[in-house]
């Protein structure tokens, strides 16, 4: 193992439940390097912490260990996990959907269930409330630092067994293609689609080519536009729309400059649709 351990959450940095995680982990080892992907995932957002692993964890070496707390169902029967993913990197977190872009995209070599009775923080059983301190950190240090090994997580469960989140990918309509709008580039407020660019390019659209979106919110249309489908933000002029393949090779929609999901009330899940269309 190469002692990297990057901790997710939903838990802002307000408060001290970061710094009690981090002090568990180095409690374990001290020669642990923490880093940190982001604990600004909307509270609750399952979806989210599962999007923004996938986005990140393919520039992350082999062997790191990940730990991400998104736990609305803290307390409860869900299982506690730790899956070892097919680019040989580990994810520690609950069971409740956070692994469905991994799954999806990456690939799920493995799964244990964390057995508690040996992993977890002495003392700690009268806490019901704080898993990612007295769980989840604890044993994505124990993993990271080589205290213990895959196998003593606990035992294997079917990968088929774990669960996931329904995602709505993409579909083929008359002249272009329709997807949903998953996620936004947060600061600055582009549309990221569930479109994958290789099956935007198979519709045959072309750089420089004007593109006609239309975007529904329950399927009440609330954007008509053509677009103009560029490389970069630069291909059109300041305050400009534009389509681009974005970081994870998704097509997004943007405003060059601007905050395209601010400007025209845009937001993200199930409810929002996007198609895009010869122009």
């Given amino acids: 193992m190469n002692k990297l351990l990057v901790f997710q959450t939903d838990f802002g940095l307000d408060d001290g439940a970061i710094s009690a995680m981090e002090g568990v982990a180095y409690s374990v080892d001290i020669g642990l390097n923490i880093r940190h992907l982001t604990h600004n995932i909307p509270q609750y957002n399952i979806f989210d912490a599962s999007y923004r692993l996938y986005q990140a964890i393919n520039y992350w070496p082999e062997e790191t260990t990940f730990v991400s707390v998104v736990d609305p169902g803290v307390g409860s029967d869900r299982k506690s996990v730790v899956a070892k993913t097919r680019t040989n990197q580990y994810i520690v977190t609950p069971d409740n959907g956070t692994l469905t872009h991994i799954a999806r995209f990456v690939g799920i070599e493995e799964v244990r269930e964390i057995e508690e009775r040996n992993n977890r923080l002495k003392n700690s059983e009268l806490s019901y409330t704080f898993h990612g301190r007295d769980v989840y950190a604890y044993t994505g240090a124990r993993l990271a630092s080589e205290t213990i090994s895959f196998e003593e997580v606990g035992p294997e469960i079917s990968t088929d067994q774990i669960v996931e989140l329904e995602l709505y990918g993409c579909h083929k309509v008359d002249g272009g293609i329709k997807g949903q709008i998953d996620i936004l580039d947060v600061r600055f407020g582009s549309l990221w689609t569930s479109i994958p660019y290789e099956d ?45 393949m974005n970081s994870a090779y998704h097509m997004a929609v943007a405003i060059n400059q601007g905050s395209f999901s601010k400007v025209y009330g845009i937001g993200v899940g199930p409810e929002w649709k996007i198609v895009m269309k010869k122009a």
């Fill in 200 to 244: 935007f390019k198979a519709c045959g659209f072309e750089f420089g080519e004007d593109i006609h979106v239309e975007i529904y919110h329950n399927d009440v249309l609330v954007y008509s536009n053509t677009v103009n489908y560029g490389k970069s933000f630069a291909d059109v002029a300041i305050s400009e729309p534009l389509i681009y």
